[in-house]
């Protein structure tokens, strides 16, 4: 079968998107799913692949934050059936120490399945409309797209009443934030923490956070951002403020237990080690791109710095605890998002840079965020 669709798709490193048709010319092997995309969330990762001096390869489908209704399986062995609606996550192997103790974040092949070229053997599998090769799928799905052809064990199952084509930042940029919180530091009522940066990862620690019954100061530059940390019920403190870790030690009864960053910013980094509890824990959310200078001091009494990837999460584990929390009210992530018609990616990737958006979410043609009416089973393209 052959079926063709439309897809943005970004041919060099330098120009905009172009949305363009392309063409899938096997259905799903087995263990994969064909998924109608509702949605899709557009992170920093997928802009940083401009930045990437060639690594992730182009022309690519770019696009990590799918969620759709599944077109299509690969067997029974998928776990899923023609209809039921899923979050797409990041890819993993299933097989390495790190995926079978439950830490597929930390996969050995994550940066070559997700970041540098998927799985090449499927290539040939994804076309441009004049028949040359596409990178190979983008984080094991490329959801830029009114398709995507998914490993079933990226996919997460999730209640058809909940608005699908809003889900998919729940496989990314909301998962580590979230993740963090709740996975990486255990957070809990009484607990406190200090949040770097109040974009999408750093507001949806905030609400996780507020969730699990903490106290959160959030540090932005931005007044916009701080009134939205604020709406979700952190203290926002803006990060020009002189002596920082001083007053996040104020507001947070002598030292924030945990801290969250990012942003990247040495000098913020080197604020909030300092103004931490003994023995308290700053975990790097965002990718460094030079050396991370610390000064003296602030890793002394117990203090701890890592990286995290992807909030530590095992996607079918948090997925479903976050989407019950929104609908308990408790984890409002939809007011985060704009949408955004696929068509107009561009627009969306201006407003992310410039910070007008903290999450676009593109909707391939005939979805609607808020349908009126249940979403309706699939209908499928005839193959051509
Ligand atoms: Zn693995
Ligand atoms: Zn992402």
């Not at 940066?197 to 507020?210: E, H, I, N, Q, W």
Request: proline share 9%; with cysteine; aromatic share 6%.
């Amino acid at each position: 079968m052959t079926l063709t669709f439309s897809a943005a798709v970004l041919r060099s490193y330098e120009s905009p998107f172009t949305v363009e048709d392309v063409a899938l010319h096997e259905g799903p092997a087995e263990g994969e799913i064909l998924v109608r995309i509702a949605g899709c969330g557009m992170c920093r990762t997928d802009l940083a692949v401009r930045r990437s001096a060639g690594r992730s390869p182009l022309p690519a489908v770019l696009g990590h934050e799918g969620a759709g209704v599944v077109a299509a399986t690969g067997g029974p062995d998928t776990g899923l059936r023609v209809g039921d609606h899923v979050v797409l996550s990041f890819d993993s192997c299933g097989r390495c120490r790190s995926c079978l103790g439950a830490a597929p974040a930390y996969c050995d092949s994550f940066a070559a399945l997700n970041l540098f070229g998927g799985r090449p053997e499927h290539a040939a599998r994804f076309t441009d409309a004049a028949g040359r090769a596409l990178a190979p799928r983008w984080f094991g799905q490329s959801s830029f797209a009114e398709y995507a052809l998914v490993p079933a064990r990226n996919a997460v199952r999730v209640d058809p009443a909940l608005p699908l084509a809003l889900l998919g930042p729940l496989g990314c940029g909301f998962l580590t934030g979230a993740g963090a919180v709740l996975n990486t530091f255990g957070i809990g009522p009484g607990d406190t923490l200090a949040v770097l940066g109040a974009g999408a990862v750093g507001l949806a620690a905030v609400m996780a956070a507020t969730a699990a019954g903490a106290r959160t100061v959030a540090v932005d530059r931005h007044p916009a951002r701080l009134a939205l940390a604020e709406r979700f019920q952190a203290l926002p403190l803006s990060a020009a403020t002189a002596d920082l870790p001083g007053r996040l030690r104020q507001l947070t009864d002598g030292g924030p237990q945990f801290a969250l960053d990012t942003t990247a910013s040495a000098p913020l980094i080197n604020d909030a080690l300092r103004a931490l509890r003994p023995t308290g824990r700053l975990a790097l959310a965002a990718r460094l791109h030079t050396a991370l200078p610390l000064e003296p001091g602030t890793l002394d009494r117990g203090r701890t710095l890592s990286h995290l990837c992807e909030g530590d999460a095992v996607p079918a584990l948090l997925i479903p605890r976050l989407t019950a929390l929104w609908q308990a009210g408790r984890f409002p992530f939809d007011q985060l998002i704009r949408t955004y018609p696929l068509s107009a990616v561009n627009d969306a990737e201006r407003d992310c840079e410039a910070g007008h958006v903290v999450k676009p979410v593109l909707l391939p043609p005939g979805n609607d965020p808020f349908p009126a009416a249940p979403a309706t089973p699939p209908v499928q393209r005839e193959p051509t």
